[in-house]
């Protein structure tokens, strides 16, 4: 057996066409495969790689961590210089009001252990999600999901969710003081990209103070420079209650967490004692790595220098095949008329070098969420291989 029939056989499949490109090297904004072949990578694991694949000073802090210790204890009990410091680092770059981090291992573990403070400290049981979200799959983080598709196969799933219109002013009455938490991305990213209204965000957030609401907005995708500030949610004048991060908070490892007030936190010490717990949540490992990434974002101005590169995407991209572009930062979806004509053009791509796809909401949007680190120069060539692909569509 070649290893792709290895991986087609033995490694367990999430669907009946994976990408299966064979991947040996990873630099910056580009992916080799075996066969020394160049791919610009326009998806970066999923908004994961902010400051490039195997970013040097990255590679020096996993190094460095895993010559003193790798895993010691479950999460919590000793104090772990990496996970420490990376907390420190993260709540100084924080509001105040979130100056308390508890790492998980994965986004979707955040999503779940947030769930659980907010009905611990609210005491209520009730949870607003929206259509069209994303925040997992586990079966907590897969009842809030916003797509019936991919929810109903798994039920019974999470009794009192209740899903609602994204950006609606209309459902704003219905956070009652039954309800312990409303749950949203700051930007619906699987959806193709839509963001919502400042004024919205302002309603949800008065609102939610108004019944003792709890306030989550995951920023698992826009954290980290993403969308053009160091957090989504900073454009929009709000702070949240929670806060939710994964993705690009490892810089290439797996790291999830929630973070929140102290005085928040400190109810999943108590009643039940442990309250939620996890073995390798905050991976000493991980922490540094992550750590190691979030200083190379704010040292190379790479946030900075979002909006520029978002702009020349955008003038770059005109073409009668394209309907819109959807974006915010290097977030970026280009809708096609359908989902046929966008899988055809993201084939191309990748034949001619450009790695991207599609969106879990959208398949007929095209992904455009490269590291932050990419050039201009590599833009433009990035645009040309996609103006190319779209051709006579
Ligand atoms: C917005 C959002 N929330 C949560 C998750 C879940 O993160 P993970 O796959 O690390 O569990 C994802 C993953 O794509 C996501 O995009």
């Known amino acids: 057996m070649n290893q792709r029939q290895i991986f087609l056989q033995h490694v367990a499949q999430t669907s009946p066409a994976p990408l299966a490109l064979e991947i040996v090297k990873a630099s910056g904004v580009t992916l080799t495969d075996k066969s020394g072949r160049e791919y610009i990578d326009l998806i970066a694991g999923i ?3 902010n400051v490039g694949h195997c970013h040097p000073r990255v590679v020096k802090a996993i190094r460095q961590q895993t010559s003193q210790y790798l895993h010691l204890l479950v999460y919590g009990e000793f104090i772990e210089t990496p996970q420490v410091q990376y907390a420190k680092l993260l709540t100084d770059h924080l509001p105040d009001s979130l100056n308390c981090v508890y790492f998980t291992n994965s986004g ?41 598709y991919w929810r109903n196969a798994f039920r019974p799933l999470l009794p009192g969710i209740l899903h609602m219109q994204y950006n609606d002013f209309s459902m704003i009455d219905s956070i009652d003081h039954n309800v312990a938490c409303v749950i949203l991305e700051t930007v619906q990213a699987e959806r193709g990209i839509f963001a919502p209204s400042k004024e919205w965000l302002s309603a949800l957030r008065k609102r939610c ?12 995708q826009t954290g980290f420079g993403r969308t053009g500030h160091l957090w989504g949610f900073e454009a929009f004048g709000i702070v949240p209650d ?9 810089g290439g490892m797996p790291l999830g967490a929630f973070i929140t007030d102290k005085k928040l936190m400190d ?14 949540g905050g991976h000493p490992v991980c922490c540094a790595a992550g750590m190691a990434a979030m200083k190379v974002l704010l040292k190379e101005d790479l946030i900075e220098k979002v909006a520029a590169k978002e702009v020349l995407f ?25 989902a046929e004509t966008c899988k055809r053009i993201i084939d191309r791509c990748i034949e001619n070098g450009v790695l991207t796809d599609w969106f879990l909401f959208a398949a007929n949007c095209l ?11 590599e833009i433009k060539r990035t645009c040309e291989v996609l103006l190319h692909a779209m051709g006579n569509v």
Do not use: W
């Not at 019944?211 to 920023?219: W, Y």
């Open 314 to 338: 955008r003038q770059l991209l005109q073409h009668p095949a394209i309907r819109v572009v959807r974006s915010r930062g290097l977030l970026i979806a280009v809708e096609f008329d359908t």
């Open 242 to 250: 929670i806060i939710l991060l994964g993705k690009a908070l490892g």
């Open 108 to 148: 979707a573990e955040a999503v779940e252990g947030a769930m659980k403070l907010a009905k611990r400290v609210t005491g209520r049981t009730t949870i607003i999600a929206f259509n069209q979200s994303y925040h997992g799959s586990t079966q907590g983080a897969l009842s809030i999901i916003g797509d019936e």
């Open 367 to 377: 992904r455009i969420a490269p590291p932050l680190t990419i050039s201009k120069k």
């Open 209 to 220: 103070s108004e019944v003792g609401t709890l306030l989550i907005m995951d920023e698992i």
């Open 267 to 280: 109810a999943l010490t108590d009643k039940p004692v442990l309250g939620h717990i996890t073995t390798f």
């Open 47 to 49: 908004s994961v790689c």
